[in-house]
């Protein structure tokens, strides 16, 4: 079956503009991640959904980061005022249900380059 | 809340040869611990995972250690081939409020030299 995934799949913008990266998760999954990887690096922890719910947003490094999910559907997640310390991959994952499946499956990712 | 630490940061073997990977984690309600290899430019996979009520699991030439005591556990590759060559990140995660929220380590590349 299809996989999870993202668009676009690179993104170049300017500062100061905002973008809206899209992540389609894998149909039936309940629970809906977003992490940040900058280059050479490890993967960083921004926002989880359990359905449409966001329970811990505390990943989000400012107020300009912000993300919704329709339903147990599409999320999208919207960087305003964008700086260039935001470029980056940003990583979407999606699991059947919290617990106790803990399987995440990853999308291709968002590589954001802001100039 | 967790932390995680992985070592080392890169890895060079000889193909044939065996890798050691190993992480550290601090929350000791963290009981879920996956590894995920990560190839050049290719989203993450899941490799191996172990839950805290298990202290060893293997697939093939991939096994998972995890030792809740000391709170570290480790990736062990035997037989390394060319295709094992990747980014390997380890996490940690423990359950809250319906999911799973990972920890991840900042990685080690791995280089099999043939």
């Known amino acids: 079956g299809a996989g999870v995934s993202q668009s676009p799949s690179n993104k170049v913008t300017e500062k100061g503009k905002d973008v809206e990266l899209r992540c389609d998760p894998i149909s039936g999954h309940t629970a809906l991640y977003w992490y940040r990887q900058r280059l050479g690096q490890g993967l960083e922890f921004l926002i989880y959904f359990q359905g449409n719910s966001a329970p811990d947003k505390s990943g989000l490094p400012s107020d300009r980061f912000s993300a919704e999910r329709t339903g147990e559907s599409v999320s999208t997640l919207t960087i305003q005022r964008t700086q260039q310390e935001d470029s980056a991959v940003y990583l979407c994952a999606s699991s059947p249900r919290g617990v106790p499946t803990y399987e995440q499956y990853f999308g291709p990712g968002t590589r954001l380059t802001v100039t | 809340g967790e932390n995680v630490e992985q070592h080392p940061s890169t890895l060079s073997v000889q193909e044939g040869d065996s890798a050691v990977i190993k992480c550290t984690y601090s929350d000791s309600a963290s009981n879920y611990f996956p590894w995920y290899k990560q190839e050049l430019g290719k989203r993450p996979q899941l490799i191996i995972d172990?839950?805290?009520?298990?202290g060893e699991k293997k697939d093939q030439r991939i096994a998972v250690t995890l030792n809740k005591t000391a709170k570290h556990f480790s990736l062990h590759i035997t037989e390394t081939q060319p295709e094992d060559s990747a980014v390997y990140f380890c996490?940690?995660?423990?359950?809250?409020?319906?999911?799973?929220?990972?920890?991840f380590g900042q990685g080690t590349r791995l280089t099999i030299n043939p």
């Open positions: 996490a940690a995660s423990s359950p809250t409020q319906g999911a799973q929220k990972l920890v």
């Open positions: 172990i839950r805290s009520n298990v």
